[in-house]
């Protein structure tokens, strides 16, 4: 079967490319509201731009990397416990998983200058961070009537881009050599997978769902359900440097190259048993690699002796990315002579660039002694800076204006407190706070969201909170060991595939989303050593 190199060479219809990547899909690639770092700095909501001394400030604010006095190694696991609890229309589903994740080693190196007033000391820092983890499982259920069926989504998108049998119906040759394959010819793939997997009915005029009676009549469907499996993680490897310029103005940069991978799973089924037991389904499998690079640039700036402030820019990351793509789905239809099966081509992938929205992060922090220190972090992050190109750079122009159209600035706020009980032990705690870069006109679901490949779901993020606590103990004036507990909650609206409107607005297909609550709990673990 020929393989699909790029966004391009998928036929472009009004519904969207099948390779096209949708804005949804995208989002998910970008961290926000992630915790990362040290347990040091994941106990106090992350908040030390402006605090720095820790090496979570390679992917935030590099100037804070000054701050140190002293050479250091650091390395930091922990246990990660996510519940995903949807409600779908009135039907309740809880999944959890626990993962177990390595999430940074780090070496700073400290060089004294030995001069008493302007580059008083310069340092590097090399590290190893995990930025995001995807691990989630989540199911939606429902009994009863839920809405339009994903048939009737299917038919109406197909009827949207203009397809007829000629289009999506395989041809073969007295032999049963396939003279015409659809998947060569259409960018939609879920219309010609569904076609061929028999979910689809062509009346003569249009596309209609296979799941009806001869005399039109609408099965009545008993149960409903999807299951995901998410999987991977957002890894960067990070050089920074910094210096300090007479104990006043700290400066740093940081390039980082980051690697990601995204697994999906997914199956999603309709059962109507008081017709002789019909039903549909779709399974789909996703794998996103990608490979990118960025740079980070920050100061921190002393004021007077108990307070500093901070600025940063982090760069987009610029990715080259590869989809892979495997489906399949199957039906047993009462007004349909047999069942019916069918697969995606076998190695479909494809290619594309993708890059991040940049950030800008505005700090504050107040060290009061010995005894405790307070910090606050502001993060700025337009979502309308994302670009999507094909494999050789040609934009991907209908993706690109969904963005500009339907994504925008999101915001982000870190707080964070310290106390040290005694010279030896710390009590920690913190908050964070990120607004989703979703218009409203998306997040409430009145507009169409084009998704990847075969995949007719997706979620829409509302926003993300994180409360923090930990503690801190140091045994030597060089060996210590800091603890951290996150808390943290995820709300989004889980769709089983998108609305459909018309080119003139009117309403083709409605689909019902589910509220889906991410709750997560993580106990990390960080040992470190000054020398």
């Known amino acids: 079967?020929?393989?699909?190199?790029?966004?391009?060479?998928?036929?472009?219809?009004?519904?969207?490319?099948?390779?096209?990547?949708?804005?949804?899909?995208?989002?998910?690639?970008?961290?926000?509201?992630?915790?990362?770092?040290?347990?040091?700095?994941?106990?106090?909501?992350?908040?030390?731009?402006?605090?720095?001394?820790?090496?979570?400030?390679?992917?935030?604010?590099?100037?804070?990397?000054?701050?140190?006095r002293s050479s250091e190694v650091v390395a930091t696991a922990d246990v990660s416990m996510v519940s995903a609890k949807s409600n779908w229309l009135g039907n309740g589903t809880t999944a959890d998983k626990t993962k177990f994740n390595f999430d940074n080693i780090a070496y700073v190196g400290y060089f004294p200058t030995g001069n008493d007033s302007g580059l008083l000391s310069w340092n590097v820092g090399f590290s190893y961070n995990r930025l995001k983890n995807y691990s989630r499982n989540y199911s939606l259920r429902g009994s009863g009537d839920?809405?339009?069926?994903?048939?009737?989504?299917?038919?109406?998108?197909a009827n949207k881009g203009?397809?007829?049998?000629?289009?999506?119906d395989f041809r073969k040759d007295g032999n049963g050599n396939i003279t015409y394959d659809p998947y060569e010819s259409v960018g939609d793939w879920l219309s010609v997978l569904s076609n061929d997997a028999g979910f689809l009915n062509y009346n003569g005029k249009q596309y209609e769902s296979s799941l009806r009676s001869t005399a039109g009549i609408p099965y009545t469907r008993s149960n409903t359900e999807m299951h995901v499996q998410e999987s991977g993680a957002v890894d960067q490897y990070a050089l920074a440097f910094g210096t300090n310029i007479s104990d006043f103005l700290l400066l740093g940069a940081t390039v980082s190259i980051t690697d990601l991978r995204y697994d999906l799973y997914s199956y999603y089924a309709e059962d109507y048993a008081s017709n002789k037991n019909s039903y549909i389904e779709l399974e789909n499998g996703l794998t996103t690699k990608g490979t990118g690079y960025g740079i980070n640039i920050g100061a921190i700036c002393r004021p007077i002796d108990f307070l500093r402030v901070g600025v940063a820019y982090n760069s987009p990351t610029w990715y080259k990315m590869t989809d892979y793509y495997d489906a399949n789905g199957a039906s047993d239809i009462?007004?349909?002579?047999?069942?019916?099966?069918?697969?995606?081509?076998?190695?479909a992938y494809s290619k594309y660039k993708f890059r991040t929205p940049d950030k800008w992060i505005f700090s504050a922090a107040a060290i009061f002694g010995q005894t405790a220190l307070l910090s606050v972090d502001y993060e700025v992050m337009n979502y309308r800076r994302m670009y999507l190109s094909d494999d050789y750079g040609n934009a991907n122009i209908e993706t690109n204006n969904e963005v500009d159209q339907k994504l925008g600035i999101s915001n982000t706020l870190r707080v964070g407190a310290e106390v040290k009980v005694t010279p030896q032990f710390a009590v920690r705690a913190g908050a964070s706070w990120s607004g989703s870069g979703m218009?409203?006109?998306?997040?409430d679901g009145n507009t169409e969201v084009i998704t990847v490949g075969t995949l007719p779901h997706y979620t829409l993020t509302n926003n993300i909170t994180n409360y923090t606590v930990g503690l801190g103990y140091r045994f030597t004036p060089q060996f210590y060991v800091d603890l951290a507990c996150v808390l943290k909650t995820v709300k989004e609206d889980a769709y089983t595939f998108s609305t459909l409107y018309s080119d003139s607005g009117e309403t083709m297909v409605k689909s019902s989303p589910a509220s889906l609550n991410t709750s997560s709990t993580r106990v990390a673990l960080t040992l470190g050593y000054k020398f």
């Open 439 to 443: 218009s409203s006109t998306l997040r």
């Open 162 to 168: 203009g397809l007829t049998p000629s289009d999506i």
């Open 334 to 347: 009462e007004s349909l002579p047999k069942k019916y099966e069918a697969n995606s081509p076998q190695g």
């Open 1 to 68: 079967m020929k393989k699909v190199l790029t966004i391009a060479s998928a036929l472009v219809l009004s519904t969207g490319a099948a390779f096209s990547q949708g804005l949804a899909d995208a989002y998910k690639y970008v961290p926000n509201g992630d915790l990362n770092g040290t347990a040091r700095s994941m106990s106090m909501g992350g908040a030390f731009g402006a605090l720095g001394g820790d090496i979570s400030v390679l992917n935030s604010n590099p100037a804070g990397l000054a701050v140190y």
């Open 146 to 157: 839920m809405g339009a069926s994903l048939a009737d989504y299917v038919a109406a998108r």
